[in-house]
T-cell receptor
Framework: GESVGLHLPTLSVQEGDNSIINCAYSNSASDYFIWYKQESGKGPQFIIDIRSNMDKRQGQRVTVLLNKTVKHLSLQIAATQPGDSAVYFCAEDSSGGYQKVTFGTGTKLQVIP | DAGITQSPRHKVTETGTPVTLRCHQTENHRYMYWYRQDPGHGLRLIHYSYGVKDTDKGEVSDGYSVSRSKTEDFLLTLESATSSQTSVYFC????????????FGNGTRLTVT
């Protein structure tokens, strides 16, 4: 899961296995959620988003699950590849524009070849 | 990288000197943002723009100013750099201000000595 500490939590996964990265969000009024991937030395890259009227959304090899009851978001990556190694973080939007968006600090995914 | 160029990519400057970071986009998006990214913190919004000459403050705007004279360019200025402004700065763009993903540049690493 995500942390506000200085050291990012790390998830180590064997190549080919599935990865699950978790995010606990804070604002029950948030109605739009986004997952970003950030590789070393690069800017965050949009992966997938979900609106609060859904509880699951699938993309290519990625699935986002939303549990509004416990304010929990997860990103599942199928058949994890070395290129998936990066920091992943979620963002929550309470429809107040980007001045109201909160970004998590991230989870580092390490793929073991 | 969604047609976003940040310059310079790296800069070292001394305390008290002015610094200007540039963001250039080729997507013709209306909304542009400046964030800073520091260990232990999620991305934090410094300033944003919702059109030419239309800007507003974000969460951590003290010590920073911005200008947007053309749709494609958004400048961030540190009038008198301080060591607390050592950070990685990201520019982002979006088509809408609400419920749409951000697209980020690759960042400027600024060190204030």
């Amino acid at each position: 899961g995500e942390s506000v500490g200085l050291h990012l939590p790390t998830l180590s996964v064997q190549e080919g296995d599935n990865s699950i990265i978790n995010c606990a969000y804070s604002n029950s009024a948030s109605d739009y959620f986004i997952w970003y991937k950030q590789e070393s030395g690069k800017g965050p890259q949009f992966i997938i988003d979900i609106r609060s009227n859904m509880d699951k959304r699938q993309g290519q090899r990625v699935t986002v699950l939303l549990n509004k009851t416990v304010k929990h978001l997860s990103l599942q990556i199928a058949a994890t590849q070395p290129g998936d190694s990066a920091v992943y973080f979620c963002a929550e939007d309470s429809s107040g524009g980007y001045q109201k968006v909160t970004f998590g600090t991230g989870t580092k995914l390490q793929v073991i070849p | 990288d969604a047609g976003i160029t940040q310059s310079p990519r790296h800069k070292v400057t001394e305390t008290g000197t002015p610094v200007t970071l540039r963001c250039h986009q080729t997507e013709n998006h209306r909304y542009m943002y400046w964030y800073r990214q520091d260990p232990g913190h999620g991305l934090r919004l410094i300033h944003y723009s919702y059109g030419v000459k239309d800007t507003d403050k974000g969460e951590v705007s003290d010590g920073y100013s911005v200008s947007r004279s053309k749709t494609e360019d958004f400048l961030l200025t540190l009038e008198s750099a301080t060591s607390s402004q050592t950070s990685v700065y990201f520019c982002a763009i979006s088509e809408q201000d609400l419920s749409s993903p951000l697209h980020f540049g690759n960042g400027t690493r600024l060190t204030v000595t």
